[in-house]
T-cell receptor, first 110, second 115 residues
Framework: DQQVKQNSPSLSVQEGRISILNCDYT??????FLWYKKYPAEGPTFLIS?????DKNEDGRFTVFLNKSAKHLSLHIVPSQPGDSAVYFC?????????FGPGTSLSVIP | DTAVSQTPKYLVTQMGNDKSIKCEQN?????MYWYKQDSKKFLKIMFS???????INETVPNRFSPKSPDKAHLNLHINSLELGDSAVYFC??????????????FGPGTRLTVT
């Protein structure tokens, strides 16, 4: 039973446009969420996070939105760049445990 | 000046063998983790240590034994390797998960292939 879901395995976006990556979760006790980016043959790297007491966090081109009532968060990348092509993992924190989603592969087309 | 390093990067071995993967972090973090990324690309936590003490031990076969000689190192020893152990294993660290700092730094991964 996946507690953190990323229902789109892949996404293609034109360079310069907005990329929106979605994540849904089932456990309302999750109190912190993170997004990681992963290139092939490398470990994931931290991108941005959000506490459950907030609904938005922004860092440069990256913005994460949290809708607690819908148990949904999204990562917006504006403008998308070819270097953003990677797998993006959503992760949620429950007490001391980090639970990852299955990832969404983003391709940004020049 | 690598933050989280793992050795080896690739490991090919036969069923029944015993192998170890080493992990070191030079970030001064208190918490270290081992994750397994299986063929479906799910990242699943296996173990977590905080200041050399085990704090998370997921449902992992007891053939897997983590060892933390000091808070900068968390090694993973696997006994009697099985085909299903083939995966990429990632080590990670964070400042102190018990204090609420959750951002993790990952190593490059170790691709284990059991034949």
């Amino acid at each position: 039973d996946q507690q953190v879901k990323q229902n789109s395995p892949s996404l293609s976006v034109q360079e310069g446009r907005i990329s929106i990556l979605n994540c849904d979760y089932t456990n309302s006790m999750f109190d912190y969420f993170l997004w990681y980016k992963k290139y092939p043959a490398e470990g994931p790297t931290f991108l941005i996070s959000i506490s459950s007491i907030k609904d938005k966090n922004e860092d440069g081109r990256f913005t994460v939105f949290l809708n607690k009532s819908a148990k949904h968060l999204s990562l917006h990348i504006v403008p998308s760049q070819p270097g953003d092509s990677a797998v993006y993992f959503c992760a949620a924190i429950l007490y001391d445990k980090v639970i990852f989603g299955p990832g969404t592969s983003l391709s940004v087309i020049p | 000046d690598t933050a989280v390093s793992q050795t080896p990067k690739y490991l090919v071995t036969q069923m029944g063998n015993d192998k170890s993967i080493k992990c070191e972090q030079n970030l001064g973090h208190d918490t270290m983790y081992w994750y397994k990324q299986d063929s479906k690309k799910f990242l699943k936590i296996m173990f977590s240590y905080n200041n050399k003490e085990l704090i998370i031990n997921e449902t992992v076969p007891n053939r897997f034994s983590p060892k933390s000689p000091d808070k900068a190192h968390l090694n993973l020893h696997i006994n009697s390797l099985e085909l299903g152990d083939s995966a990429v294993y990632f080590c990670a660290s964070s400042q102190d998960i018990l204090a609420g700092t959750y951002e993790q730094y990952f190593g490059p991964g170790t691709r284990l292939t059991v034949t």
